[in-house]
């Protein structure tokens, strides 16, 4: 029977089996070959179930260690000091410049996030004062969907102002509008909503309640998760 074996003995055969144990002492070898290859069978069933368990495990850990440098982290994001708006204004823009681009507001506010997630892990900054939320559609920012202004060209006057303020967030800005421009919008917003920074912040877990901020330090995390 397997429980003819000790623990300890059994600890030995599977360390030996990981190449954890150079050698093993010939009469534990010796009784594992004698066993049955039944009660072998349950045996190396056994190993897998144990490696099974530790890669789980040793995820859990690179998922609490991403979360822990986050937070240490989160203590000191840099701020652009720029407004939402005044970025969203530097997407339309952009947006504007490409011919028979159509938009929405919603897809100014998902390239907008993505854009605060990047910036917020390659700079360690917010790229703007506000914090996205969680809603039943994807991540929103409510400043922008209720102040930004859709109707008109914005003027080459407005965007050098705001862009004169930050040229590199301008410049990012117009990177992220050649990447996304044409990405549809729920490809994007299924993109993060699968996202851990945005199920955290999701009702599920805040008591059936939608409008929770999402952490920084979450979205730092899986950003960092995905440069990896």
Not at 12 to 18: L, R, S
Not at 92 to 107: D, E, I, M, N, T
Not at 187 to 206: E, G, Q, T, V
Request: glycine content about 4%; aromatic content about 10%; proline content about 3%.
């Amino acid at each position: 029977m397997l429980y003819e074996m000790n623990n300890e003995e059994f600890e030995m055969i599977v360390k030996y089996a990981n190449d954890e144990l150079e050698t093993i002492p010939g009469d534990v070898l010796s009784r594992f070959q004698n066993l049955s290859w039944a009660v072998q069978r349950k045996v190396m069933n056994r190993m897998k179930t144990l490696e099974a368990k530790s890669g789980r495990l040793q995820t859990k850990v690179d998922r609490l260690t991403r979360r822990e440098t986050a937070e240490a982290a989160a203590g000191n994001f840099g701020e652009t000091g720029l407004d939402s708006v005044e970025v969203a204004i530097m997407v339309v823009h952009y947006l504007q410049a490409k011919p028979g681009c159509r938009f929405s507001k919603s897809r100014v506010i998902s390239i907008l996030y993505e854009m605060y997630a990047t910036w917020l892990h390659d700079k360690r900054q917010r790229l703007f004062l506000e914090h996205p939320a969680a809603t039943e559609y994807g991540p929103q920012l409510w400043r922008v969907y209720k102040r930004l202004d859709l109707h008109g060209e914005v003027s080459r006057e407005q965007f050098k102002e705001i862009a004169g303020k930050n040229p590199a967030v301008a410049a990012f800005a117009r990177n992220a509008v050649e990447k996304y421009h044409d990405m549809s919008e729920r490809i994007l917003s299924d993109y993060f909503k699968k996202s851990d920074p945005y199920r955290n912040a999701s009702a599920d877990r805040n008591k059936g309640k939608w409008g929770t901020e999402i952490s920084d330090a979450d979205i730092f995390a899986w950003k960092d998760s995905a440069a990896k």
